[in-house]
C-alpha cells in the first residue's frame, strides 16, 4: 500500500494537517475567560453589582475559574498525545519534543516579559514615579522558566502557570525518552503507564514534600488530557481514562469540600466523556467559527495581566469618555484581546522561521 493511502485512512493523519477545531475553540474561549474573571476582580463596580440578588456574571465567572487553568493542562496532554503520535518509535523524540515546544512558547514568553516591563516604565513615567527596572537576576531566571524553582517572582504573572507547563515538559521528556528505550526491547509503549504513575505518586507524596506540590495540582490534569487523546483514537481500553481521573477524585475530595470541588468534579468527568468521542467524529471538527480563537489565546493569556493590574488608570479614561461605570471591565477584556490579534501573525512567522531551521524535515513533511 502507498504511503499516500496510508495518510488517507488515518483519522490522525487527515487531522494533522486540520487540526481538532473544537479543541482550538476551547483554548481560545479559556483564554478570554481567564482575562475576564482577571478583568472582574478588579474592574467590576460593587456599588453596581450590590443593586443585584444576583449577578450572573459573577457567578459564572466564579465558578468557571475553578477551571480554566487546569483546562489549559487538560489541553496541553491532549495535543501533545496528538503531536506525538507519530514519534513513538523515534529515539529522540523527548528531546525533540521539549525543543519543538520550547520553540513555540518561548518567544511569546519573551515578548511578554519584554511588554511587561515596557508597559510598568511607561507608567512609572507618566505618573512620575521611581522608575521600576527588574534586576539582572530577575530576566535571566524568567526567560530561563527558573525563577518559579528558585522562589523569584514572574516579570509577567501568567508565567507562574507557565513554568509550571514547561516543568511538565521535561518531565514528559524523560517519560519519553525512557519509554521509547523500553519500546526498544519489548515493542510496547509505556508512557502511559509512566504518567499514570507519577500521577498516583504525587498525590501520595505531595502533602510531604512542598517543593512538588505543583504536580498533584497540574500533572494529572496533564495526564488525563493526554489519556483522553489515547482513547478518542482507541488504543487504549475505556477503562484507561477512568484509572487516571481516579487520583484526580481522591485529591479534590481529600483537599476541599465547598462548591469549588464539585465544578472541578464535574469537569474531569466531562473531560472522560470526551475520550469516549472517537478522534474521526464530526464533533471534533465543530465550531469552526471559534478556530481563530485558538490561534491567539496563548498571546492574550500572556499579555491581559499588564491592563488588568493598571485597572484604575484605565478606568479614569472610562470616566473621561463619559462611559458608565461597568466599562471598564470590558476594555481591560478588549485591548488585550486587540493586542493579541495583531501580534499573532509575528509569533506565527517566528514560529515557522525557527521550525524551518532546527526541524527543516519535519517542516518538509508537513508535521
Same mark, same amino acid.
Given at each position: 500500500?502507498?504511503?499516500?493511502?496510508?495518510?488517507?485512512?488515518?483519522?490522525?493523519?487527515?487531522?494533522?494537517?486540520?487540526?481538532?477545531?473544537?479543541?482550538?475553540?476551547?483554548?481560545?474561549?479559556?483564554?478570554?475567560?481567564?482575562?475576564?474573571?482577571?478583568?472582574?476582580?478588579?474592574?467590576?463596580?460593587?456599588?453596581?453589582?450590590?443593586?443585584?440578588?444576583?449577578?450572573? #456574571?459573577?457567578?459564572?465567572?466564579?465558578?468557571? $475559574?475553578? =477551571?480554566?487553568? *487546569?483546562?489549559?493542562?487538560? %489541553? &496541553?496532554?491532549? !495535543?501533545?498525545?496528538?503531536?506525538?503520535?507519530?514519534?513513538?518509535?523515534?529515539?529522540?523524540?523527548?528531546?525533540?519534543?521539549?525543543?519543538?515546544?520550547?520553540?513555540?512558547?518561548?518567544?511569546?514568553?519573551?515578548?511578554?516579559?519584554?511588554?511587561?516591563?515596557?508597559?510598568?516604565?511607561?507608567?512609572?513615567?507618566?505618573?512620575?514615579?521611581?522608575?521600576?527596572?527588574?534586576?539582572?537576576?530577575?530576566?535571566?531566571?524568567?526567560?530561563?522558566?527558573?525563577?518559579?524553582?528558585?522562589?523569584?517572582?514572574?516579570?509577567?504573572?501568567?508565567?507562574?502557570?507557565?513554568?509550571?507547563?514547561?516543568?511538565?515538559?521535561?518531565?514528559l521528556t524523560l517519560i519519553l525518552t525512557v519509554s521509547v528505550f523500553i519500546?526498544?526491547?519489548?515493542?510496547?509503549?509505556?508512557?502511559?503507564? #509512566?504518567?499514570?504513575?507519577?500521577?498516583?505518586? $504525587?498525590? =501520595?507524596?505531595? *502533602?510531604?514534600?512542598?517543593? %512538588? &506540590?505543583?504536580? !498533584?495540582?497540574?500533572?494529572?490534569?496533564?495526564?488525563?488530557?493526554?489519556?483522553?487523546?489515547?482513547?478518542?483514537?482507541?488504543?487504549?481500553?475505556?477503562?484507561?481514562?477512568?484509572?487516571?481521573?481516579?487520583?484526580?477524585?481522591?485529591?479534590?475530595?481529600?483537599?476541599?469540600?465547598?462548591?469549588?470541588?464539585?465544578?472541578?468534579?464535574?469537569?474531569?468527568?466531562?473531560?472522560?466523556?470526551?475520550?469516549?468521542?472517537?478522534?474521526?467524529?464530526?464533533?471534533?471538527?465543530?465550531?469552526?467559527?471559534?478556530?481563530?480563537?485558538?490561534?491567539?489565546?496563548?498571546?492574550?493569556?500572556?499579555?491581559?495581566?499588564?491592563?488588568?493590574?493598571?485597572?484604575?488608570?484605565?478606568?479614569?479614561?472610562?470616566?473621561?469618555?463619559?462611559?458608565?461605570?461597568?466599562?471598564?471591565?470590558?476594555?481591560?477584556?478588549?485591548?488585550?484581546?486587540?493586542?493579541? =490579534?495583531?501580534?499573532?501573525?509575528?509569533?506565527?512567522?517566528?514560529?515557522?522561521?525557527?521550525?524551518?531551521?532546527?526541524?527543516p524535515k519535519k517542516v518538509a513533511s508537513g508535521q
Amino acid at each position: 500500500m502507498k504511503q499516500a493511502e496510508v495518510v488517507a485512512e488515518s483519522p490522525v493523519r487527515s487531522l494533522a494537517s486540520d487540526r481538532i477545531v473544537i479543541l482550538d475553540a476551547l483554548r481560545g474561549i479559556t483564554a478570554i475567560g481567564v482575562a475576564a474573571f482577571h478583568a472582574y476582580g478588579f474592574t467590576w463596580d460593587r456599588s453596581v453589582r450590590s443593586q443585584y440578588s444576583l449577578d450572573m #456574571l459573577g457567578t459564572l465567572l466564579h465558578f468557571c $475559574s475553578v =477551571i480554566l487553568v *487546569p483546562t489549559f493542562y487538560w %489541553l &496541553s496532554g491532549f !495535543v501533545i498525545a496528538f503531536s506525538q503520535s507519530s514519534n513513538v518509535h523515534d529515539t529522540k523524540s523527548g528531546l525533540s519534543f521539549l525543543t519543538r515546544r520550547l520553540i513555540r512558547v518561548t518567544p511569546m514568553w519573551w515578548i511578554s516579559i519584554l511588554f511587561s516591563i515596557l508597559f510598568e516604565l511607561a507608567f512609572d513615567i507618566k505618573h512620575s514615579a521611581p522608575l521600576r527596572l527588574p534586576t539582572l537576576k530577575q530576566i535571566v531566571t524568567n526567560a530561563t522558566y527558573s525563577n518559579f524553582i528558585l522562589g523569584i517572582d514572574s516579570l509577567n504573572f501568567p508565567g507562574y502557570s507557565l513554568c509550571l507547563e514547561v516543568q511538565m515538559y521535561a518531565l514528559l521528556t524523560l517519560i519519553l525518552t525512557v519509554s521509547v528505550f523500553i519500546q526498544k526491547y519489548s515493542k510496547i509503549n509505556v508512557s502511559h503507564w #509512566l504518567m499514570l504513575s507519577c500521577s498516583v505518586v $504525587s498525590t =501520595i507524596i505531595s *502533602p510531604n514534600v512542598p517543593s %512538588l &506540590s505543583w504536580l !498533584v495540582s497540574s500533572w494529572p490534569w496533564f495526564t488525563l488530557g493526554y489519556s483522553s487523546y489515547l482513547r478518542a483514537n482507541r488504543m487504549v481500553s475505556s477503562d484507561w481514562t477512568l484509572a487516571c481521573a481516579i487520583p484526580m477524585f481522591m485529591s479534590l475530595i481529600m483537599s476541599s469540600a465547598d462548591d469549588r470541588l464539585w465544578v472541578s468534579l464535574a469537569a474531569i468527568t466531562v473531560f472522560i466523556g470526551l475520550s469516549e468521542i472517537e478522534i474521526g467524529h464530526r464533533f471534533w471538527y465543530a465550531g469552526r467559527v471559534f478556530v481563530y480563537l485558538g490561534t491567539i489565546s496563548f498571546p492574550l493569556y500572556l499579555l491581559h495581566i499588564k491592563f488588568v493590574a493598571h485597572a484604575i488608570t484605565f478606568d479614569k479614561a472610562r470616566q473621561f469618555l463619559g462611559l458608565p461605570p461597568n466599562a471598564t471591565f470590558f476594555i481591560i477584556v478588549i485591548l488585550p484581546l486587540l493586542l493579541a =490579534i495583531g501580534i499573532t501573525p509575528l509569533m506565527n512567522r517566528i514560529d515557522k522561521f525557527l521550525m524551518a531551521k532546527l526541524f527543516p524535515k519535519k517542516v518538509a513533511s508537513g508535521q
